[in-house]
């Protein structure tokens, strides 16, 4: 998609949130959100910085974090990729036949610590390294990865060509994600990538419960359904939700409605509900591996 056109389809997702009620008092233009995620600027919690496009700092206590996304340009995910209503329905919803999405990681900057949230697709053309160039980091300053889940777009930055990228991470896993992956009969022929990625960064690979604090103090929480351990983060008041939703202007207005690569449906639904509760009774921002620009979502 050119720029141009983007532009349009974040003024049109922007039409589509305010029909849906998603954007819930929010004054933003969709050139508004467009300018933010080109600037870096934007609500009084940014850090004014000159970012490339794609790369978005905002601030929650004692913490930066930095959404970077990993294509080069927003992308539009189909409404036939959602299930969970009368097709017919979900396209007044979404009229404009998809709803904006991306593929990103978020970098959290806390305690003198960098902390990388998930490594997205690694793809030849990801933009993880350069973004994290923009902001002056190496992979080897990379001190910890935290992964929310082990599906390839998650996890697939941290290897090239065979070899890790971060050479110096400690890597945080959920102890039930890494079962599942590892063991389970189901997910016997979808396993190579998560295996040989374990594996290679097996000296340093730490498996978390849900419920504990991970160094630079963030909590790790349940959000299994998406896949069988699919764990969120807490930063300060910003809940990173990883894959709890694949087009938030759909599924924040319609939260019964599911992915079609959520692997277990009632428990995404439950999951997303609990998830966006607990994020509005403690005033937290919504960050996700799967929203557009700019990352974040303080109304909803
Ligand atoms: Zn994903």
């Given at each position: 998609?050119?720029?141009r ?14 029909a ?19 600037e ?19 601030r929650?206590?004692s ?17 036939q990729?959602?299930v ?15 709803v904006?999405?991306?593929i ?50 998650h ?15 400690q ?31 097996e000296?340093r ?8 604090t ?5 909590l ?14 807490v930063?300060?008041k ?23 690569f ?8 439950e ?10 009774e ?9 929203l ?9």
């Amino acid at each position: 998609m050119r720029r141009r056109e983007w532009l349009r389809s974040v003024a049109s997702a922007a039409v589509l949130l305010a029909a849906t009620g998603c954007a819930n008092g929010s004054k933003k233009s969709g050139a508004d959100v467009a300018s933010d995620a080109a600037e870096g600027t934007g609500t009084s919690g940014d850090v004014r910085a000159a970012l490339p496009d794609g790369v978005v700092s905002r601030r929650f206590g004692s913490a930066k974090i930095t959404w970077i996304r990993d294509n080069e340009e927003g992308q539009m995910r189909a409404n036939q990729m959602f299930v969970g209503a009368d097709s017919t329905r979900i396209a007044q919803w979404a009229p404009e036949g998809g709803v904006p999405t991306a593929i990103a990681a978020y970098l959290v900057e806390v305690d003198g610590k960098r902390i990388l949230i998930d490594t997205a697709n690694g793809k030849p053309d990801s933009r993880l390294l350069p973004g994290l160039a923009a902001l002056g980091i190496q992979p080897e300053a990379i001190d910890y990865i935290y992964i929310t889940h082990f599906h390839g777009d998650h996890l697939g930055g941290m290897m090239k060509e065979g070899a890790p990228v971060f050479a110096n991470a400690q890597v945080y896993v959920s102890a039930p994600e890494y079962d599942a992956w590892m063991t389970s009969p189901a997910l016997a022929g979808r396993r190579a990538q998560a295996e040989a990625t374990m594996r290679a960064y097996e000296a340093r690979l730490r498996k978390f419960a849900f419920g504990d604090t991970l160094p630079g103090g963030i909590l790790a929480m349940d959000a299994v359904g998406h896949t069988p351990g699919h764990a969120a983060f807490v930063v300060d008041k910003c809940l990173i939700g990883g894959d709890f939703v694949h087009g938030a202007a759909l599924q924040l207005a319609h939260p019964e409605l599911c992915a079609r690569f959520d692997m277990d449906v009632p428990k995404s639904v439950e999951t997303r509900k609990r998830l966006m509760a607990y994020a509005k009774e403690n005033g937290m921002t919504l960050a996700g591996m799967h929203l557009p620009a700019p990352g974040f979502i303080e109304r909803w």
